[in-house]
């Protein structure tokens, strides 16, 4: 089992940057693929990106690539997302999502994940 807690959301304008960060326990965080995943009110949670256990393998939702990049540190048990050139339509709570399994292709479905953070906002004004 492994428990979530995201961090770096925050108010920012429209064209910064903003680095999210995803805090994993346990010691088998390697053996997880990890999302992203964003909700606004009154919408389902929607995909953002994804990234294979080891970190060689990454996907992303149309709306955020070439933008945002996914990416991993197994020895800190921490998951990043960077997200460039905001937008205020990426206004949303962002949740971090965990999976233990191998293989391609990388899950986009929320319902394909097990364990979920509490989220955080991010809040990008025009």
């Known amino acids: 089992q492994v428990q979530l807690v995201e961090s770096g959301g925050g108010l920012v304008q429209a064209g910064v940057s903003l680095r999210l960060s995803c805090a994993a326990s346990?010691?088998?965080?390697?053996?997880?693929?990890m999302g992203w995943f964003r909700q606004t009110p009154g919408k389902e949670r929607e995909f953002v990106a994804a990234?294979?256990?080891?970190?060689?393998?990454?996907d992303y939702a149309a709306s955020v690539k070439g933008r945002f990049t996914i990416s991993r540190d197994n020895a800190k048990n921490t998951m990043y997302l960077q997200m460039n050139s905001l937008k205020p339509e990426d206004t949303a709570i962002y949740y971090c999502?965990?999976?233990?399994?191998?293989?391609?292709?990388?899950?986009?479905?929320?319902?394909?994940?097990?364990?979920w953070g509490q989220g955080t906002q991010v809040t990008v004004s025009s």
């Open positions: 999502a965990a999976v233990r399994m191998v293989g391609w292709p990388l899950p986009i479905a929320e319902t394909s994940y097990h364990y």
């Open positions: 990234i294979s256990y080891s970190g060689g393998l990454t």
């Open positions: 346990g010691r088998t965080f390697s053996s997880y693929v």
